[in-house]
């Protein structure tokens, strides 16, 4: 009988287990099940159909090495010995897209560097081998695995990491699972907050003033700027706002079709070569 033909419940332990070797995830698993992701991510936790973590040693077997790195596999003994430390987890961009800079992967590296030299544990997970974020030695411990919320939460569940960091890419996988991550789904599930994050500003980081207006609320502050529509009135908006300033078009990535502007002239100039990069979006003039 086909599997979208069973209630979950029908489907016992040996069963889920060649499932998930498969490679069927639990959101597809509940699809077919006519459920919900976390109705089977409790049933399999409850059948101890849980990942372990196997480690790939950078070091070839020549000598120990200190720092693998490892990746899921439904097996029976993991490879992976969480240690007491207090651990911060920090979230990867995932896949490449084109179009992205490398300032996303430079801010992971750092807060690695950073949280290192704070006496944390450091946890990176990422899928994207083509990153300095996944050099084997840039954080303690270093998770190839896909970013999706099974995942991630499988990882947090290995670890119990005091936080997870997941802002430092924009509008890319890891702020998608800020909420699904950071909630518990129930009393008995381990909660781990989001480190620095405005949960409801994921998708927010190219609509001007929009993350800008949560900053009084965390004691912070913004240069001055403005969403400028194109055209003579968006022209006038900008002289308003004050220049110089910094150019952008809303949603680029990588520094693509962003300028100086000094004067009303470059200004009147800028729109409309920032009209062939953003033609949906306002530009947005941060006053320097």
Same mark, same amino acid.
């Given at each position: $009988?086909?599997?979208?033909?069973?209630?979950?419940?029908?489907? $016992? =332990? #040996?069963?889920?287990?060649?499932?998930?070797?498969?490679?069927?995830?639990?959101?597809?698993?509940? +699809?077919?099940?006519?459920?919900?992701?976390?109705?089977?991510?409790?049933?399999?936790?409850?059948?101890?159909?849980?990942?372990?973590?196997?480690?790939?040693?950078?070091?070839?077997?020549?000598?120990?090495?200190?720092?693998?790195? +490892?990746?899921?596999?439904?097996?029976?003994?993991?490879?992976?010995? !969480?240690?007491?430390?207090?651990?911060?987890?920090?979230?990867?961009?995932?896949?490449?897209?084109?179009?992205?800079?490398?300032?996303?992967?430079?801010?992971?590296?750092?807060?690695?560097?950073?949280?290192?030299?704070?006496?944390?544990?450091?946890? $990176?997970?990422?899928?994207?081998?083509?990153? @300095?974020?996944?050099?084997?030695?840039?954080?303690?411990?270093?998770?190839?695995?896909?970013?999706?919320?099974?995942?991630?939460?499988? %990882?947090?569940?290995?670890?119990? #990491?005091? &936080? %997870? %960091?997941?802002?430092?890419?924009?509008?890319?996988?890891?702020?998608? /699972?800020?909420?699904?991550?950071?909630? !518990?789904?129930?009393?008995?599930?381990?909660?781990?907050?989001? /480190?620095?994050?405005?949960?409801?500003?994921?998708?927010?980081?190219?609509?001007?003033?929009?993350?800008?207006?949560?900053?009084?609320?965390?004691?912070?502050? =913004?240069?001055?700027?403005? #969403?400028?529509?194109?055209?003579?009135?968006?022209?006038?908006?900008?002289?308003?706002?004050?220049?110089? &300033?910094?150019? =952008? !078009?809303?949603?680029?990535? &990588?520094?693509?079709? $962003?300028?100086?502007?000094?004067?009303? =002239?470059?200004?009147?100039?800028?729109?409309?070569?920032?009209?062939?990069?953003?033609?949906?979006?306002?530009?947005? %003039? @941060?006053?320097?």
């Amino acid at each position: $009988m086909a599997l979208q033909d069973r209630a979950l419940t029908a489907v $016992m =332990a #040996p069963e889920l287990q060649e499932l998930k070797q498969m490679g069927f995830s639990d959101r597809q698993l509940a +699809h077919l099940t006519k459920t919900t992701e976390d109705q089977v991510r409790d049933y399999r936790k409850g059948l101890g159909i849980v990942p372990v973590y196997k480690t790939v040693d950078t070091c070839a077997a020549e000598f120990e090495a200190e720092t693998p790195y +490892h990746y899921s596999t439904y097996e029976d003994e993991s490879e992976v010995r !969480p240690s007491d430390k207090p651990k911060v987890m920090i979230l990867g961009g995932g896949p490449n897209r084109i179009g992205q800079g490398i300032e996303f992967d430079y801010c992971c590296c750092h807060a690695s560097f950073t949280l290192r030299e704070l006496g944390y544990e450091t946890i $990176m997970v990422n899928s994207n081998p083509e990153t @300095v974020s996944t050099d084997y030695d840039t954080s303690d411990r270093l998770y190839f695995e896909p970013l999706t919320r099974e995942d991630v939460l499988n %990882i947090v569940e290995t670890e119990r #990491p005091v &936080g %997870i %960091i997941v802002q430092l890419w924009r509008s890319d996988p890891p702020q998608t /699972l800020a909420a699904p991550v950071a909630i !518990p789904r129930s009393p008995s599930r381990f909660a781990h907050p989001n /480190l620095g994050h405005l949960t409801g500003c994921d998708r927010h980081g190219g609509r001007p003033g929009a993350v800008r207006g949560h900053l009084p609320g965390i004691g912070d502050s =913004a240069a001055p700027q403005r #969403p400028c529509p194109f055209g003579a009135r968006g022209d006038r908006r900008g002289q308003s706002g004050g220049l110089p &300033g910094g150019g =952008a !078009p809303s949603y680029v990535l &990588g520094g693509r079709g $962003m300028e100086v502007v000094y004067s009303q =002239a470059d200004l009147e100039t800028y729109m409309f070569k920032a009209v062939l990069v953003e033609p949906e979006h306002p530009v947005l %003039i @941060v006053s320097f």
